[in-house]
């Protein structure tokens, strides 16, 4: 089972701060995708990176893929309140056929 | 509106007694999925099913058991509910295509007490 651990599980700052959230693994994966999930619904995807090194941007947030494809982090700039939410990364394994392993989780909460 | 939709919402069993998670999707995926979350372990699959007539256990199968009922639909079923089974359930579908494209798309879950 390939494991994916997210830092950190709990993150509360003030509006206009900026962040960091990490995804981790000792094993390599084809692809990763970061989710955001709000209470009382589904994740919802992202974000997919593909290519060792890919550095993706969606309006304020920034995902990396680290070079040997075991990592990947997302960068929020200015966080807004609408962005608290739990944000899961998700890898595919190579030669997996249509699984993803999700890491835990990182709740996050934006204070106005 | 087009998605996933799962029944019901919620749900609370006493230990022992059985029940089944519906699932429907209309946007013509082929491979439909059973997560369970639990807090502080993010999402566990439970059960898979890559197309039509084909099912595979995920990594946590023990205590379920689905059925691909067509292509749309995708049911769990509980045959002797635990209170360890007290999850978050979550159905997912995902086209057919290049793995590092699929996107997975998520129902609203179910909620599910085992008292």
């Known amino acids: 089972t390939q494991l994916l651990e997210q830092s950190p599980q709990f993150l509360s700052i003030q509006e206009g701060e900026n962040l960091t959230v990490y995804c981790n693994s000792s094993?390599?994966?084809?692809?990763l995708q970061w989710y955001r999930q709000e209470p009382g619904e589904g994740p919802v995807l992202l974000v997919t990176v593909v290519t060792g090194g890919e550095v993706k941007k969606l309006k304020r947030l920034t995902f990396q893929f680290g070079d040997a494809r075991k990592d990947s982090s997302l960068h929020i700039t200015a966080a807004q309140p609408g962005d608290t939410g739990l944000y899961l990364c998700?890898?595919?394994?190579?030669?997996?056929?249509?699984?993803?392993?999700f890491g835990s989780g990182t709740q996050l909460t934006v204070l106005p | 509106n087009a998605g996933v939709t799962q029944t019901p919402k919620f749900q609370v069993l006493k230990t022992g007694q059985s029940m089944t998670l519906q699932c429907a999707q209309d946007?013509?995926?082929?491979?439909m999925y059973w997560y369970r979350q639990d807090p502080g372990m993010g999402l566990r699959l439970i059960y898979y099913?890559?197309?039509?007539?084909?099912?595979d256990k995920g990594e946590v199968p023990n205590g379920y058991n689905v059925s691909r009922l067509n292509k749309r639909e995708f049911s769990l079923r509980l045959e002797s509910a635990a209170p360890s089974q007290t999850s978050v359930y979550f159905c997912?579908?995902?086209?057919?295509?290049?793995?590092?494209?699929?996107?997975?798309?998520f129902g609203a879950g179910s909620r599910l007490t085992v008292l």
């Open positions: 997912a579908s995902q086209p057919w295509g290049r793995a590092g494209a699929n996107v997975l798309t």
């Open positions: 094993s390599v994966f084809s692809s």
């Open positions: 099913s890559a197309s039509e007539g084909t099912t």
């Open positions: 998700a890898g595919r394994g190579p030669g997996s056929a249509r699984q993803l392993t």
């Open positions: 946007m013509n995926h082929n491979s």
